[in-house]
């Protein structure tokens, strides 16, 4: 099992960064080219959620990107420290408004069109976005 991570600040400019590194190791791992735009998508979409509740949250730690290549499958998981409460509570540094908490399920409406294999967690330390996609195994070329 691969494993590539990447931290990085949690600005919008280096979103672009997280997506074309995703996109890169996907394509190693072996997932179908008919497929990567939807991974460039995902993650695009992922990371810039995760930097947004970093900055409403006000939170300064980096956003966690981890890419896991296993036997059959390609993970991705977008991990942000940004505090959640439960549904109907309001806790400091939570989701601050309706229009935030609309647009937040906006992105995990557009992730999971994108995704068919995808778990959400969220909670007082942050959250998890886990996408997952089938790889096909290299087929050797024969000399």
Partial sequence: MATVELRF???PEHVRTARLVAAAVARRAGVDEAVLDEVRLAVGEACSRAVGLHQLGGVTAPVKVVLIE???QFSIE???EAPRSAPGDRAPGALGDDADAEEDEMGL????????DVEVSAGAH???IRMTWPTTPAVAELA
């Fill in 70 to 72: 296993e036997e059959k």
């Fill in 9 to 11: 600040s949690a600005l």
């Fill in 78 to 80: 977008v991990g942000d």
């Fill in 126 to 128: 942050g959250g998890l």
């Fill in 109 to 116: 409406a557009v992730i999971s069109g994108l995704v068919d």
